[in-house]
């Protein structure tokens, strides 16, 4: 089952959340993500937040308000709300911009989705954010660029194929941005490793 994850990052554009998101999906507005859905006009499934930061929605939808102090964010609440229903794919929209520390803390909740088996993604108008602990490939798509981080700790046996810039056998390190603004070579690149944690981006800027 499919979840849609709409969070409360400011100066996002309700447009394109209106254009691209899955209205056959479970929808959860985490927090003031509620307010993106009504500009956009998609009505969520549920709202999950603690409203310390956005006012308490009056409407029919259902809602679960959290408390104030917690240990977890609303969008991570959201994420493993969504897990325990039953996802096997997440896609979160409004989670990047505004203050850095929820924008790292968004793209790093993706880690939970990946030890429990399901597909996950962070996407908006820039780019398309994932997480893999396994090989895999890229289609060019409608991107123009990706880059490659090491998340967690060192990716070893890390090999690159049908880019502009490859790679064999490497290990990336956590700190290094060797992996930035690749290019397609081929319509598909392969990427192949052997241990640790890789976060995919996709961009076109």
């Known amino acids: 089952m499919k979840f849609t994850i709409v969070a409360g990052a400011p100066g996002q554009d309700a447009q394109f959340l209106k254009n691209n998101i899955d209205l056959d999906s479970f929808i959860i507005a985490a927090d003031s993500g509620y307010v993106t859905c ?62 850095a520390d929820h924008t790292l803390s968004n793209i790093l909740n993706l880690e939970y989705c990946l030890e429990n088996n399901v597909k996950a993604s962070i996407v908006s108008e820039k780019c398309v954010l994932s997480l893999h602990n396994n090989g895999f490939e890229i289609c060019k798509g409608d991107f123009k660029y990706f880059s490659l981080f090491a998340i967690g700790g060192s990716v070893s046996g890390l090999s690159i194929k049908g880019a502009a810039y490859e790679l064999d056998d490497y290990t990336l390190s956590p700190f290094a941005s060797i992996g930035q603004s690749n290019e397609f070579k081929n319509s598909i690149v392969n990427i192949d490793f052997k241990n640790g944690v890789l976060l995919l981006v996709l961009s076109n800027d």
Do not use: H, M, W
Not at 67 to 88: L, M, Q, W
């Open 38 to 99: 009504e500009k956009a006009k998609v009505k969520p499934n549920i709202i999950i937040g603690d409203f310390d930061s956005s006012k308490k929605p009056q409407t029919n939808i259902n809602i679960l308000q959290l408390p104030s102090i917690k240990n977890d964010t609303d969008t991570f609440y959201c994420i493993k709300e969504a897990v325990k229903r039953g996802a096997d794919e997440i896609e979160i929209f409004c989670a990047l911009g505004g203050r």
